[in-house]
């Protein structure tokens, strides 16, 4: 009860502006009581005002009150400082239920500052003076406030885990490393960080090549979709242009065979109609001389009717003159017409005036992202079989070219200027492109290469040997460590090991991974570099007893 009547002092006796204790305090008209200074810097802000109000209430007061310090209010704070009291600290310093919170406070505990490695404790301001001051911490790491911190101690031997087991690949603590540990590779959990720091700053950079190798390539599809818009607009332009053209030739043409018709009807027409006068004169004649012989025949008069008849002359015997020709001439123009039209069709229908547009497929290889299971890397596997003419003598092949075993006798190998004869390598007959999974189970000294078709094959050189050119990547597995070798430069590896080695190429993207696989799958190495040619799988094998096989996946 009087740490809550305390606290209420805290409150009543602070400025609800500086939220600290009254310093000159001052009451305004409306019973308010506040810094002499404060209130004055809050009436004082802005443009003039014509009314100043109360922070709290807001109750307006015109004009500006005149402040004279409270002396009785004045002097009781200054008994409260006496007694050892502080202002409350404001509201947004105390740990909410997201923030980490001072393990040291009491009560209400504030904002933790930051978290010390070495004591596995989270400070706020004031109790992480202590650090600052005193030598006896300046050893001590802090970082920002961390809820995880129990998360560094061991659970085992509840110590802090200041070793990393690499065997194992987990952080543990000292007592670990000699007991359940024990014999284990283990290093300072501050040196494999500095280490595995050094590969998060390379794939940093190798992301951000990646990025502006990406950013060149959108930017050049973006050329590309600008040169298909033109190139598409320049087609469409053009075509239209063209079929204009050939439309108006069609319609000239047509306009000319319609004008050759009409001018042959015209000619048909008057040559019918001029015959059909004739022949209507003719019939006007003959049905004159008709009536004048029907005349002729009722004359009763003998003497009439003979000297009449002698004037009558004679019918000529003509024949009709009149011969009516087929209309083949129209036939024909529409016939010739029909000729032209197939023919326009037939030439519209060879591939030659197809519009096609695969020439201006744009070829796009993305990258395929890493499969994250060993299942989701077996639907990359491919079944790859070793190449007898690649093979060093002193190597024997079987199940099926997926197997190499050092044999110290010679095998009968004819001669191939494909044949390693220096370094007791193989090739596989399956070139790599794409994205490609495959494991290998290794007895002894081996080392899971892959390499350029044009490595070279003749002597010990090491142009021939796998990992010491620019043409191959060797993966060495010896006396349980690994190794990669590339152009002659190594770079050790540590992981759990384990007799069969998965690897994992994205030839496009120029990834090159290698896997420790038993009852779980364990990132060993990864390479990103960029592929210039098809790559080949293969094996270095050396030693009495020692054998290498390509796993059958499926």
Same mark, same amino acid.
């Not at 409150?11 to 308010?32: M, N, Q, R, W, Y």
């Not at 923030?99 to 933790?112: I, N, R, Y």
């Not at 990864?526 to 040619?533: E, G, M």
């Given at each position: ?54 922070p709290l209430c807001r109750q307006s007061f015109t004009p500006r009150p005149v402040l004279l310090k409270n002396t009785m209010l004045a002097a009781l704070v200054e008994e409260l400082k006496k007694t050892g009291l502080q202002a409350a600290p404001a509201d947004h310093c105390y740990a909410e239920a997201e ?8 009560? *209400? @505990? =504030? ?9 596995? /404790?989270?400070?706020? !301001? %004031?109790?992480?003076? $202590? ?16 809820k995880k911190l129990q998360e560094n101690v061991c659970s085992r031997h509840d110590e802090v885990m200041k070793l990393f087991c690499r065997t194992d690949q987990q952080c543990i603590c000292y007592l670990c490393s000699v007991e359940v540990h024990k014999g284990h590779d283990t290093v300072s959990a501050a ?6 720091? *050094? @590969? =998060? ?9 990646? /990025?502006?190798?990406? !950013? %060149?390539?959108?930017? $050049? ?35 000319d065979v319609k004008q050759q018709v009409r001018s042959q009807q015209k000619r048909e027409e008057s040559r019918v109609r001029e015959l059909q006068e004739k022949l209507e004169q003719e019939i006007t004649e003959l049905k004159r001389e008709d009536a004048e012989l029907k005349k002729l025949s009722h004359t ?255």
């Open positions: 009860m009087a740490q809550k009547g305390v606290q209420l002092d805290r409150e009543t006796f602070s400025c609800s502006i500086c939220l600290d204790l009254l310093k000159d305090p001052v009451a305004i008209p409306c019973g308010h009581s506040y810094c002499m200074n404060c209130i004055k810097g809050f009436w004082d802000e802005g443009d003039e005002k014509e009314m100043y109000s109360c923030d980490v919170a001072c393990d040291v406070c009491t009560g *209400k @505990k =504030l904002k933790a500052h930051k978290s010390c490695l070495q004591c596995l /404790i989270s400070y706020c !301001e %004031k109790h992480i003076q $202590l650090h600052f001051e005193s030598p006896a911490f300046e050893k001590h790491k802090l970082v920002e406030p961390s040196a494999e960080r500095t280490e595995r720091q *050094k @590969k =998060l700053e390379w794939s940093s950079q190798t992301i951000k090549q990646r /990025i502006q190798d990406r !950013e %060149k390539d959108v930017k $050049l599809l973006q050329q590309q979709v600008e040169a298909i818009d033109h190139a598409a607009n320049k087609a469409v332009e053009d075509s239209e242009k063209i079929f204009t053209e050939l439309i108006r030739l069609l319609e000239k043409r047509s306009s009763e008069d003998l003497n009439q009717f003979l000297h009449n008849y002698p004037s009558l002359s004679p019918l000529s015997q003509s024949a009709s003159s009149i011969h009516i020709r087929p209309l083949s001439s129209f036939e024909d123009v529409t016939a010739a017409v029909s000729e032209v039209r197939d023919k326009l069709q037939d030439v519209l229908r060879e591939k030659r005036t197809n519009v096609s547009l695969t020439g201006t497929e744009v070829d796009v290889l993305l990258p395929q992202p890493e499969p994250k299971t060993r299942a989701g890397f077996l639907k990359y596997s491919r079944e790859i079989t070793l190449d007898p003419n690649t093979a060093h003598r002193h190597l024997l092949l079987s199940e099926g070219n997926r197997k190499a075993t050092y044999m110290l006798q010679p095998q009968f190998y004819s001669s191939h200027p494909d044949r390693f004869t220096g370094w007791f390598q193989v090739l596989s007959r399956e070139s790599l492109t794409g994205c490609c999974y495959w494991e290998v189970e290794i007895r002894g000294h081996i080392s899971v290469a892959v390499a350029y078709k044009n490595i070279s094959r003749v002597g010990v050189l090491n142009e021939c040997e796998f990992g010491l050119n620019e043409k191959s990547w060797a993966f060495y597995c010896i006396k349980n460590k690994y190794a990669l070798w590339y152009n002659k430069v190594q770079t050790p590896i540590s992981g759990p090991w384990s007799s069969r080695v998965g690897v994992y190429l994205d030839h496009s993207a120029g990834i090159l991974s290698f896997y420790s696989i038993s009852e779980t799958m364990t990132l060993l190495h990864r390479v990103q570099t960029t592929f210039t040619q098809p790559l080949y799988a293969g094996l270095y094998v050396y030693g009495s007893g020692v054998s290498a096989e390509l796993c059958k996946l499926k």
